[in-house]
Structure formats: C-alpha cells, structure tokens
C-alpha cells in the first residue's frame, strides 16, 4: 500500500514538472519589464528628435523602446537607430500602442549601465510624423529593461519547481497536514502579493486605505458628507485614479519617498464608509505599528496589507484545521490566486471569506465532534458571528450555518433555541444595524434610479426578476466562473492562462466528488440536513448578492432591465466552501469513522501554488506600463 501512495504520489510530481515547464514557456506575455518610465526626451511640439543623447540610469540594462504620444501624421518608413558614436548598435522597430506609438527593440540590445548613447531617425520611406506635447506633458517616454524574458521565466520555472518538490516532500513523504501545507503556501505567496500588487490597484484599494487609515486616526464613524480628513499627500498624486500612468514598480517605490504632509485634505470615501470598522481589525493593527516609526506612504500601505494577510491566512487556517471533512478542498480554494490577492490587499473581501469559513468549520465541527458548548466555545462562536456581522451585509445570512451545531451539545433543548435565536438574531441585527447606520452614505444608487421602486417592481413581479437572473447567469457565468480563481485585480488585469484556471475548476469539483465518492464506499450515512443547511444557506447569500448589486448597481427602470450589472465571481467565494460541502456531503453523527488524510493534498496544493506564483510573476509584467 504504502509503495502504491510513493508511486502516485511520484507520478504527481512528475505532472506537476511537466505542467511547469509548459507553463513557463508560456508565461511571459510581453516583451519587456520597465523599471524607470520616467525618463523623459525634450517636451514641447516638435518634429521627431535626430540625434538625441541619453544616459542608461544604474539600475537598468537596456532600452526596451520609445512610446510616442499624442502623434500627427504618417510613421511609414520610419526606425531608431540606437548609435554609440558612429556605431550602431540596434535598431528600434515600430508597433502599435494604446497611447500613440511604441518603437520596440526587437534585436534585444543591451547597452552599458551609465554611458550615454544617441538616437537617430532613419527614413526608409517618404514619411512625416509630428509629436504634439506641451510643458506639462511629456510627450515621450524611454522604456528601459530590468528583467529580461528568459530570465523571469527561468525564475518562475526554478521558484515554482522548488515549491512543487519542497510540497511533494512535505505531503507525500513526511504526511503533514493540510493546514499546514495551506499554511506553507500561503506565507511567502501571501507576501509577495502584497509586494508586487501596485499601490492601490487591489478593488477599490484607494478607500478601503483611507478609511483603515482614518480608523487609526480616530476617525470611527465617518461624517455623513463621506468626507475624511486626513494628510494631503497620504495618496500620492496619480496613484488614485484608475488606469493612471503611474503604475510601474518604479514609481511605485518611489511611493515610500513620499512623506506624509502636516496639513490636511478633505477625501471622499462614501463607498468604504459603508463598512463596519471591525472589519479593518488587522490591516488597522499593521497600519498602526507602522505609524510609531514611519511616515512614508508605502510603508504604511505595506504594513497594512501584510497585517491584513497575516490575520485573514491564520484564520483559514483554523477553520481547515478545525473542519472535520473536506481539508483538502478548503485548502485548494483558500489557495486560489483571488483568495491571496483578497487576503494581501487592504479590503474587506479577504476578511469576510475568513470568517465565513471558519464559522463553516466551526459548526460542523461542534456537529461531528460530540463536544459541549462550553463557555470556550459559546464565546468563540459569537466571537465569529460578530465579526461575520461586521463583514459586507449580505454574508450576515450565513449566520444560518448556526441551526448545525446540535441541540446535545448544549445543556438543554431551551438552551440550544436560546443560542440559535442568539445566533442567528444577533448577527442579522448587528449587521442590519450598522446598514441604517450608513444608510446615509447610500444616497442615490450607483446605476441611479429608485432603488424602492425596483425592490416593489421585484416583488409584485417574481416571474420577471427570476427571468432577469436567467438572462444574467446565461450571460456571465462563464466569467463569473473564471473570476472565482484570477480575475480582473482592480484597475489592472492578470494575464493567467484559462487553461490553468480550468484545472483549477477541475481540481476543485474532482475532490468535491472524491469526497462524496469515499462517503459512500465507506459505509458512512449521509447527513442530508447538513448538506441542505449547507446549499441553503448558499443560496440565500447568492440571492442576497443579485438583490443587492439589482438594487444599487444595474442602471435603468425596471421592467427595461435586461441584465444585472456589478456581480463579480469574488463575491461567491465566502460561501463557496459551505457550497461543495454541501453536494459532497456529511457523514451522520454516529456514523462517522477516522479517516487516512488523503494523497490529493499534494496535486490540490501543488497546482495552486505554481498558478499563484505564476500570477505573481504575471503582475510584475502587468505593472510594467
């Protein structure tokens, strides 16, 4: 038995290697990676430069290209030609760019660091081009490369196979647990998210920011104008607004020069006012730590962020160490790309998935465990709804996940009914609280109309609302699908391949289905209120999610609505877990027997790992215009 587990298990990793050099031959989607956009050719409108001299800056090691823009007139014809002294050294090539003109250096020139070169413009055709600019704005800017194609694949293939063997070693050979592997993975990929992410590109990162930093600042309960007060230049000029030009590591960096200013400005942070403070608990704690030694920026976002990653990462890891069945599922879809992008930016996403699943874990644990709800364990389970009510509105219904722990484990049947009432009340009510207490930040919704008016059409018009859902989930299930594993981050997208997001679908529902496979043969009794306790309350969240972004996002009068607008796959993930648990099934109390942890740990873990470090990697080249 043991020789056949070693030879899976080997077989595995031999995939894993092959899935590795295949991707890595794949992953690298542009040409070049910027370190410094900044340095800028003369301003002014003009025709194209001849003989204009630059310098390579210490850090880098060649020109990548020259991005021309705004542009008149005709480029036919036209090549740079990079000289040192009479000597030509490369040629740069023309190509499309979504600003202008980029000329690339398709022939790969590498130049000495710190010695100054010439360009030169050579006419190949009859041709004219006019580069229009002014004194505010540059109107070229030279590219130059930091890592080159070979080797940031040759990092991916080395960083992702290291991962792959030290997994294998650790899950196949020494047998440690799944939380544990969980836990191995989620550290180092956890940081590096956090690091390479740019600053304030993570969903609506530029609030979620102001409002944790306004909550060190005392600033609690935010006016009802939405505005806080807060240093000047706590967001750098241009990292606030989506798709800005500065959005390399370069100035992303240099983001950490940037001192916070003794004077204070009003910003408007109506979206993020809406939540609870509870739910900025870690990215707080690590903002503020930063605070005692550092003004800079970027220290503070860091901080911030990593906290944030820490606090979300130990609490998952509790639930997979805590849930009675299905460790190896909850541990493949915490280790999706989205989880750890969630848990290493400063939002309310990676906190709400956290405590979503660790009530999952908790209740079915208290269900298979045969323990009592002690006074250890009553508080830890409000402890969890509270935070769980303090989390975005609509996860406030899996409170219902509650009617799981059996009325045995409490000291009677009065008790139990108190508890679930408790339980279930409270967390609604504190939840509910909190919206009327924001309810004037609400103002009109986002896709305008009257969201009253479209709650009554609804209601007084089921057939219709439950056809708009149809024609919604028909039209973007597909993406919703994909955006539950890598998604579009933010302002910026994630080029990762469909395929390996197809696998790790695949791998997703093939242990969903082991799961109720080994229940079967192993002469175990389903639990059938569980897995309705489980999908209902999946249920309730997803319509909860449809009505909410019905109400406040999707333009337009109803009956005229064609489509709800602003679901995305990210906010299916809190119930996701209690979802597949729930087709998997439970095994009855009584009937549950000790189980062997499984060999899939390592293929489940494995992939997600080298598909986070290839996202990883695939945001350093995002982040490079």
């Known amino acids: 038995m043991k020789k056949e587990v070693k030879r899976t298990a080997l077989i595995y990793m031999a995939a894993a290697l092959a899935v590795i050099l295949f991707f890595g031959f794949y992953l690298i989607r542009s040409d070049f990676i910027a370190s410094d956009p900044?340095?800028?050719?003369?301003?002014?409108?003009?025709?194209?430069?001849?003989?204009?001299?630059?310098?390579?800056?210490?850090?880098?090691?060649?020109?990548?290209?020259?991005?021309f823009s705004p542009l008149s007139g005709s480029p036919e014809g036209l090549v740079l030609e990079i000289r040192d002294g009479d000597a030509v050294l490369g040629r740069l090539?023309?190509?499309?760019?979504?600003?202008?003109?980029?000329?690339?250096?398709?022939e790969g020139t590498v130049l000495e660091r710190g010695r100054t070169y010439c360009l030169t413009a050579v006419w190949q055709k009859d041709g004219n081009l006019t580069v229009a600019g002014s004194a505010d704005e540059p109107w070229h800017v030279i590219y130059y490369r930091w890592i080159g194609r070979d080797a940031l694949r040759s990092a991916f293939i080395l960083s992702a196979a290291a991962m792959a063997a030290l997994l294998y070693y650790l899950s196949s050979v020494r047998g440690i647990s799944p939380e544990t592997v969980f836990l191995i993975v989620s550290?180092?990929?956890?940081?590096?998210?956090?690091?390479?992410?740019?600053?304030?590109?993570?969903?609506?990162?530029v609030v979620h920011f102001l409002r944790a930093f306004g909550i060190v600042r005392g600033v609690w309960i935010v006016p009802s104008d939405g505005m806080v007060h807060l240093p000047s230049n706590i967001v750098p000029?241009?990292?606030?607004?989506?798709?800005?030009?500065?959005?390399?590591?370069?100035?992303?960096?240099?983001?950490?020069d940037i001192i916070l200013s003794g004077s204070n400005a009003a910003f408007n942070i109506r979206n993020a006012a809406l939540y609870n403070p509870l739910v900025y608990v870690f990215s707080c704690i690590g903002i503020a730590a930063a605070d005692l030694f550092s003004d800079s920026f970027y220290v503070l976002l860091c901080a911030g962020r990593l906290a944030g990653a820490l606090g979300c990462t130990l609490m998952i890891y509790l639930?997979?160490?805590?849930?009675?069945?299905?460790?190896?599922?909850?541990?493949?879809?915490?280790?999706?790309?989205?989880?750890?992008?969630?848990?290493?930016?400063?939002?309310?996403d990676g906190p709400t998935y956290a405590a979503a699943v660790l009530l999952t874990a908790f209740v079915l644990y208290m269900r298979l465990s045969g323990e009592k709800m002690d006074r250890r364990r009553?508080?830890?389970?409000?402890?969890?709804?509270?935070?769980?009510?303090?989390?975005?509105?609509?996860?406030f219904a899996m409170a219902v996940l509650v009617l799981l722990i059996p009325a045995e484990c409490f000291d009677s049947k009065k008790k139990a009914l108190t508890h679930r009432i408790l339980g279930i009340g409270g967390t609604t009510a504190l939840s509910l609280s909190w919206v009327a207490l924001a309810s004037r930040y609400l103002g009109e919704t986002q896709g305008g109309g009257n969201g009253i008016f479209k709650i009554v059409y609804a209601l007084t018009h089921?057939?219709?609302?439950?056809?708009?859902?149809?024609?919604?989930?028909?039209?973007?299930?597909?993406?919703?699908?994909?955006?539950?594993?890598?998604?579009?981050?933010?302002?910026?997208?994630?080029?990762?391949?469909?395929?390996?997001?197809?696998?790790?679908?695949?791998?997703?529902?093939?242990?969903?289905f082991r799961e109720a496979v080994l229940l079967k043969r192993s002469g175990q009794k389903r639990d059938r209120f569980v897995s309705l306790v489980l999908l209902g309350t999946s249920f309730i969240v997803l319509m909860l999610i449809f009505a909410s972004l019905y109400v406040q996002?999707?333009?337009?009068?109803?009956?005229?609505?064609?489509?709800?607008?602003?679901?995305?796959?990210?906010?299916?993930?809190?119930?996701?877990?209690?979802?597949?648990?729930?087709?998997?099934?439970?095994?009855?109390?009584?009937?549950?027997?000790?189980?062997?942890?499984?060999k899939e740990t390592y293929p489940a873990a494995c992939l997600t790992a080298v598909a986070d470090i290839m996202v990883i990697a695939n945001i350093f080249i995002s982040c490079s215009l």
């Open 462 to 512: 089921p057939l219709w609302y439950i056809k708009l859902m149809g024609m919604t989930c028909a039209e973007r299930l597909a993406g919703w699908a994909l955006q539950t594993i890598a998604p579009p981050m933010g302002y910026f997208d994630i080029p990762v391949s469909k395929l390996f997001a197809a696998l790790m679908g695949a791998c997703a529902l093939a242990l969903t």
């Open 187 to 205: 550290v180092p990929l956890c940081t590096a998210f956090a690091v390479v992410i740019p600053a304030l590109r993570a969903p609506d990162e």
């Open 38 to 67: 900044m340095v800028q050719m003369p301003q002014g409108s003009t025709e194209l430069y001849d003989g204009y001299s630059f310098t390579i800056s210490p850090t880098s090691r060649r020109v990548d290209g020259i991005l």
């Open 553 to 598: 996002w999707t333009e337009g009068t109803p009956p005229a609505i064609s489509s709800i607008e602003g679901i995305q796959g990210r906010y299916f993930l809190p119930f996701l877990p209690a979802a597949f648990l729930g087709i998997a099934g439970i095994p009855a109390r009584g009937t549950q027997k000790s189980l062997p942890l499984k």
């Open 237 to 256: 000029e241009g990292f606030s607004a989506p798709y800005s030009e500065v959005f390399s590591f370069y100035s992303m960096i240099k983001g950490g």
């Open 319 to 348: 639930a997979i160490r805590m849930i009675p069945k299905g460790k190896e599922l909850l541990c493949l879809i915490s280790l999706f790309p989205i989880n750890l992008q969630e848990r290493a930016s400063i939002s309310a």
């Open 378 to 395: 009553t508080l830890q389970l409000y402890a969890i709804l509270i935070f769980t009510a303090a989390c975005k509105v609509v996860y």
């Open 93 to 106: 090539e023309p190509s499309a760019a979504d600003e202008g003109l980029f000329f690339e250096n398709s």
